[in-house]
């Protein structure tokens, strides 16, 4: 009972935090930020090439494709491109709360 609790934590920071960030640095273009950023939970998808799909005890970063060293490399890669920043950004954001998960 008490990992689902901090399942709803941890979905709820990712709204939470990228609204905070886009409030906080970006007020002049909230909307479009935060919906960029939002845009960028669709690196999920890979979930589905995993058996079980959702395990909670399962770590995601560096056992989904797009979780792994090379892709988030390339999402730190994009925080500095500024016609993509805010996908870069969210990616980046994603990837950090995802490892979360992963400290025991």
Known sequence: MAHEGFLILHIAL???VPAFIAGL???DNFWKT???MMSTML???DHLLALPIYDPLRC????HPLHRAVPILVYIGLVFIPKVRF???GLV???ILDA?????
């Open 43 to 45: 690196v999920d998808i």
């Open 25 to 27: 640095w970006f007020k």
């Open 34 to 36: 935060y919906l960029l």
């Open 93 to 95: 954001i994603h990837m």
């Open 14 to 16: 990712h709204f939470i």
């Open 60 to 63: 995601s970063i560096g056992f």
């Open 100 to 104: 979360t998960d992963c400290i025991s």
């Open 87 to 89: 996908i870069g950004l």
